[in-house]
Nanobody, 124 residues
Framework: QVQLVESGGGLVQAGGSLRLSCAAS????????MGWFRQAEGKEREFVAA????????YYADSVKGRFTISRDNAKNTVYLQMNSLKPEDSAVYFC?????????????????WGQGTQVTVSS
């Protein structure tokens, strides 16, 4: 049973930064692709970023490219999402997800385990 626990969300002003963390347990973390998704109120959940086993193999949604950075510490079973230059439209519940694949994947269906989510609110 994979367990994912996110932390680090909160309220920040536009232009500010936040760092989300996701701690994984019950699973061989280092082998599989990890991702972040987000869901704004009234909208569908969308892909944000993903990282394969090797941390420098990453992929981002166009909306966050250049502002967000996904990274992982396999020794700590933790994946991070550094969010800079935040905008009000980044406000959402952010979810950590673990994939069943070792390839670069970005679709919800490729991720079999999810955290409970952490709220990020960016004020203008």
């Amino acid at each position: 049973q994979v367990q994912l626990v996110e932390s680090g969300g909160g309220l920040v002003q536009a232009g500010g930064s936040l760092r989300l963390s996701c701690a994984a347990s019950g699973w061989i973390f280092s082998r599989n692709t990890m991702g972040w998704f987000r869901q704004a109120e009234g909208k569908e959940r969308e892909f944000v970023a993903a990282t394969r086993r090797i941390g420098d193999n990453t992929y981002y949604a166009d909306s966050v490219k250049g502002r967000f950075t996904i990274s992982r510490d396999n020794a700590k079973n933790t994946v991070y999402l550094q969010m800079n230059s935040l905008k009000p439209e980044d406000s959402a519940v952010y979810f950590c997800a673990a994939s069943r694949s070792r390839l670069m994947v970005t679709s919800e269906g490729d991720f079999g385990s999810w955290g409970q989510g952490t709220q990020v609110t960016v004020s203008s």
